[in-house]
């Protein structure tokens, strides 16, 4: 197998992860104690890059094959099943980095510790206004959300009268709207068979979890100013988050 693929960084992705088993073992009875992932393990985690193995190199990433990807989960969650689900969680995330602008992906990480956290679409609806969208509600099972420092929040569009917008496959219009993790309020009421370190939330307005618990969010979200050529995108949460919101249509493109 090629471990290596078409990263440019050495040592490939699969034996960085390979490298932190040690350290990953040495801590693990620490990850179920305190329910998240201590230091320095979560730095030794970004330096490695483990977090952004399907995440462009357009916008810093290191946009590996699958099976190299799989292969780097596969060593660290042999030594601790929810760093595991984290490292998951977090490339699958990444994977929105081409449905935004680049210059906002690239405003996201930039941060060398740029991580998004969200959970799974559920009944929410983002109401469409007067230059945007209005958003209320509560999101659940955002994995990741401790190490997280943005939060996405899903939803169909609904039209001002009510019905749902389609887009041009005649499906329902899927919208992700993105905010900074200080922008958002996290419920902690993660209780599940799975470990409690996936950090799986549920909260309002926004939705995160880094180890074991669900985080719940809730928010009122009103985007305010965008391009139709959808390049620029401005939101904001409460009147408050301005130009630090993005959105991304994963649907009608």
Known sequence: MNDIGISTRKPDPVARARALGPAIAAVVDEI?????????????????RLFRLLLPRSVGGEQVEPWVYLAAVEEIARHDGSLGWNMF????????APFIPLEAARHIYSNPRGLISWGPPNQHKAVAAPGGYRITGEWHFSSGYRQANWIGAHAHVVEPDGSLRLNRHGRPTVRTLLMPKDKTT???????????????????????TADREQVSLAADLRRVAHRHDRRSVELSCDGQLGNDQLTADLESR
């Open 89 to 96: 969680v977090a490339n699958s995330s990444a994977l929105i």
């Open 186 to 208: 996290p419920i902690h009421d993660w209780v599940a068979i799975s470990p409690p370190t996936t950090s799986t939330a549920g909260g309002t307005s926004t939705t995160s």
């Open 32 to 48: 179920e104690r305190i329910q998240a992932f201590p230091e320095p393990l979560l730095t030794q985690l970004h330096e490695a």
